[in-house]
């Protein structure tokens, strides 16, 4: 069961910031292409042939009749990797630090016991020890003006 709740924890809560509208780009008739038009979230098209055309047009990803529908709250899917950045900024911080994400550390010496466990909810757990590992990140290059 607890495997069940990290799942769900770690999951569910991306569900809250997905967008139900997508944007669709479909060839279409002229007869379809019509209909579209008459749509809400029609947004482009442009003629192929004598009957084909290119259309792009935001489409509910939700079957009503099989799902209720969406609701998005991003402020929802935003507040969990929020509070675990805040979570995680003393980690950041150590002058040890090679790499965090938002439930993990990798460090060049070992992490202080009180924030270790394997069973207590909002602990780190201590995966395994590494003598190597490669870390790729971003180099940003200023140029001053």
Do not use: W
């Not at 442009?46 to 009749?65: A, F, G, M, P």
């Not at 990798?106 to 201590?126: A, D, F, H, N």
Request: charged letters at 20%; one cysteine or more; a positive charge.
């Amino acid at each position: 069961m607890s495997y069940v709740y990290k799942i769900l924890m770690n999951s569910l809560y991306g569900r809250f910031g997905i967008n139900p509208l997508c944007r669709v780009t479909d060839i279409v008739s002229k007869d379809e292409r019509e209909n579209l038009l008459k749509r809400d979230g029609f947004m482009f098209s442009e003629q192929i042939s004598q009957n084909c055309y290119v259309v792009k047009y935001l489409k509910n990803t939700y079957d009503v009749r099989k799902h209720h529908p969406a609701i998005s709250a991003v402020q929802l899917a935003a507040a969990k990797p929020g509070s675990a950045r805040i979570y995680m900024h003393p980690f950041i911080l150590r002058d040890d630090c090679i790499y965090t994400d938002t439930d993990s550390a990798v460090t060049q010496t070992p992490l202080p016991p009180e924030s270790l466990s394997s069973t207590v909810l909002g602990k780190l757990k201590l995966e395994d020890k590494i003598r190597m590992g490669i870390f790729l990140a971003l180099l940003l290059q200023y140029v001053s003006s």
